[in-house]
């Protein structure tokens, strides 16, 4: 069985959050998505233990908010390319 750890934080804290990302999303809102966001990770960066900032940490050296690469077998790009060539030329 999994065990979630629990980090309690004012509730003032979780409705300001709600609002810039609120903010953020609004189309009349007077400074760019970023400046919300920014504001938003600084606030709740504060809750973090230090196991969980080096996490955080991790998770930007090693770039896992990319999506995983795609290799593509050169021989495979030929067949498509072939099979696209002789569709073209029905």
Do not use: H, W
């Not at 400046?35 to 600084?42: K, S, V």
């Not at 077998?73 to 030929?78: A, Q, Y």
């Amino acid at each position: 069985m999994t065990q979630s750890e629990y980090t309690q934080l004012f509730s003032e804290d979780l409705v300001d959050a709600v609002k810039l990302c609120n903010a953020a999303l609004a189309q009349d809102s007077p400074e760019m998505p970023k400046t919300y966001i920014n504001q938003i990770m600084n606030m709740l960066f504060a809750y973090l233990s230090t196991s969980q900032r080096k996490e955080i940490e991790r998770y930007l050296a090693e770039k896992e908010y990319l999506p995983p690469l795609k290799l593509i077998d050169p021989n495979e790009v030929k067949a498509t390319i072939a099979a696209s060539d002789l569709l073209k030329g029905l």
